[in-house]
């Protein structure tokens, strides 16, 4: 599954949101990806669930160059620790793009919708903890249009 999305999202102020979806200890980073270099992004932990909110401002930023070579993404980095007692070594997580209640549509990078499940997350591959590791990461780069 390719580890690049653009969400629909038009102007406006959204909340993007990152869950597990097996059982392990997760860590995420959000970074705005611009020419000036990259900027961090805070978020919060509800309910197991990390929650970033992207202002106006910032999504406008994100909308600003969608046809250039390289244009402003967000890079989302997913960390892992395998779970004490967890059934197997497998992990994965969802993303969701929001505006107030309303989830917002995604495809890939041929044009493809990407699907979402029934909370509107769309979901990554499966991954698997390496051999002899309890530990591993991710990414996803996600536009907006």
């Not at 102020?13 to 200890?25: M, N």
């Not at 961090?40 to 930023?61: E, P, R, S």
Request: proline content about 8%.
């Amino acid at each position: 599954m390719s580890k690049y999305s653009r969400w629909q999202t038009g102007p406006g102020a959204l909340t993007l949101s990152v869950r597990p979806l097996r059982p392990f200890v997760m860590m995420t980073r959000l970074s705005l990806i611009i020419s000036g270099g990259p900027i961090k992004l805070t978020g919060t932990t509800v309910a197991g669930i990390d929650v970033y909110q992207l202002d106006a401002a910032t999504v406008q930023l994100l909308l600003s160059a969608p046809t250039s070579q390289d244009p402003p993404s967000l890079l989302l980095s997913v960390g892992a620790v395998l779970s004490p007692g967890a059934p197997n070594r497998n992990w994965a997580w969802g993303t969701r793009i929001t505006r107030g209640v309303q989830v917002l549509p995604c495809i890939d990078d041929t044009g493809k919708s990407l699907p979402l499940d029934s909370n509107g997350f769309r979901l990554t591959s499966l991954r698997t903890f390496p051999a002899g590791k309890n530990v591993a990461a991710g990414l996803d780069i996600i536009t907006l249009a």
